[in-house]
Nanobody, 123 residues
């Protein structure tokens, strides 16, 4: 099972970016998906989460500016970020609470992470 994140980059304050994360492998089901971010010396913090039913939660710092959504195939999660601020600069990680199938046909519940994508907002 692999989560592949993309879409990070350098943007000016006030600009927008959309991050994408795709799950691949022997995935049977993905329940909650989310985005976290981390800056040097700080703990990873939750940015936004979305359930398989589409229920969304956001950190107070991003409410009204960020939107999390899932693709039709349900193995993809997006984070549309607008009105970006320099304090949004961080490495962004996607994650998923999922059920996969091993090569020996066992079902295993996993909490998987993507590799991280850098978002830098210049002032």
């Amino acid at each position: 099972v692999q989560l592949q994140a993309s879409g990070g980059g350098l943007v000016q304050a006030g600009g927008s970016l959309t991050l994408s994360c795709v799950g691949s492998g022997r995935i049977v089901r993905i329940d909650d998906m989310g985005w976290f971010r981390q800056t040097p010396g700080k703990q990873r913090e939750v940015v936004a989460t979305i359930s398989s039913a589409g229920n969304r939660n956001y950190a107070d710092s991003v409410k009204g500016r960020f939107t999390i959504s899932r693709g039709n195939a349900k193995n993809t999660v997006y984070l549309h970020m607008s009105s970006l601020k320099p304090e949004d600069t961080a490495v962004y990680y996607c994650n998923a609470n999922l059920l996969d199938k091993t090569p020996t046909d066992e079902y295993v519940a996993r909490y998987a992470w993507g590799q991280g994508t850098q978002v830098t907002v210049s002032s």
